[in-house]
């Protein structure tokens, strides 16, 4: 597949403002119309915007965190939402977003369960709109050895956590995807992967302020294959455990089993922590190519050092104190 791809000369340097890039991006959907009508003004402060209709803007995104280092300039929209792993969707990089036209993110409900004070199933809108939308810019790093940069929106699952009281007894939570094979044509093959697909992280992984619950990202609703209505994104960690079109989450005692270790105990762990000192038995993690750096994926793409925690472990490193960091995950 060719992605249009900004050359590097083309970026000035690192300083590159994330808002440049929304305005292109905004001035475009203006352009084509379909701003009209989809933005709610005068959110009360501290409360999110419903989500506004296809194509539109969030009304109401704060600044949230964001270190990026030199030449982390954002992924192009292009990309990000065109080379896509979205399996329930097919396994090839662009059948996602070719084949996630007919799925239906509204309306949407998450179930809560398992070891929590206040259990229940609520609406995405009464899901998201007690909380502060924020813009979070992130590095993402597939175990595949891919990379983009990408300005995310959402809520820090933190906040949700908390919403729902884990109990003492609770050790970890477990998101579950949505199972809908009439709009998902990977689910209606039982040879990909088993469904529903699962993820997990332990409680206090979830807690941590990088991890996020996002909605969208360039600043308008995520995109069928990115995970809309919402999905998970935890940056020090590689891609997979970022489940998409979350329905259910789980407090649980045990760890939860995930899709990808069920597949393949060999090659997929629990924690997968990006780590570029061991290399996964097919691709090496010491360097990854980032998209939308120039050239073509998978072909001409610079490669470039992985950070160990993808660049953030002075935020999570504590996390695993104790734990060897010489075993794949
Ligand atoms: N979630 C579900 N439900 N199904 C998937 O196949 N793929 C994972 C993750 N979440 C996947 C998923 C993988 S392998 C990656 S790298 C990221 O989603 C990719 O996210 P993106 O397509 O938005 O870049």
């Known amino acids: 597949m060719l992605i249009r791809h900004k050359k590097p000369s083309d970026v000035a340097s690192h300083e590159i403002t994330p808002e440049s890039v929304y305005l292109d991006r905004r001035r475009f959907i203006q352009a084509s119309g379909l701003i ?15 989500m506004p209709a296809k194509g539109g803007q ?9 270190k990026l ?3 982390d300039t954002p992924t192009p929209f292009e990309s990000v939402t065109t080379y896509n792993n979205y399996y329930e969707f097919g396994t090839g990089k662009e059948d996602p977003a070719e084949n996630a036209g007919p799925f239906k993110p509204q309306p949407w409900t998450v179930t809560v369960d398992g070891l ?11 899901l998201i709109k007690p909380h502060a939308l924020e813009e979070r810019i992130y590095r993402m790093r597939c175990v595949e050895a891919w990379s983009m940069v990408i300005p995310w929106v959402g809520i820090p699952l933190a906040e949700i956590v908390k919403r729902f009281e884990p109990l003492g007894a609770a050790k970890y939570i477990r998101f579950e995807t949505i199972v809908r094979p009439a709009e998902m044509v990977g689910q209606r093959s039982a040879h990909i992967l088993p469904w529903p697909y699962v993820e997990g992280l332990r409680l206090d992984e979830a807690m941590n302020p990088l991890a996020l ?7 308008q609703p995520l995109l069928n294959q990115n995970g809309a209505p919402l999905r998970l994104v935890t940056p020090w960690k590689y891609g997979f455990k970022g489940v998409k079109s979350i329905v ?15 597949m393949n105990a060999s090659e997929y762990g629990f924690y997968a922590n990006v780590n570029p000192k061991v290399d996964h038995p097919r691709w090496t993690q010491a360097t990854e190519r980032r998209l939308g750096g120039g050239g073509l994926a998978g072909i001409l793409e610079p490669r470039r050092r992985t950070l ?12 695993y104190d104790g734990m060897s960091l010489t075993k794949y995950y």
């Open 36 to 50: 009209a009508g989809s933005m709610i003004l005068g959110a009360p402060a501290g409360q999110a915007a419903v």
């Open 116 to 126: 929590c004070a206040h259990p229940g199933t609520v609406g995405f809108d009464d």
């Open 69 to 71: 280092g030199e030449n």
């Open 308 to 319: 160990m925690f993808n660049g953030y472990e002075e935020e999570v490193a504590h996390l």
């Open 248 to 262: 259910r989450i789980s407090f649980t005692e045990v760890e939860p089993k995930n899709t990808w270790r069920e």
């Open 58 to 66: 969030f009304a109401d995104v704060t600044k949230g965190y964001r």
């Open 213 to 219: 619950i996002a909605v969208g990202l360039y600043g």
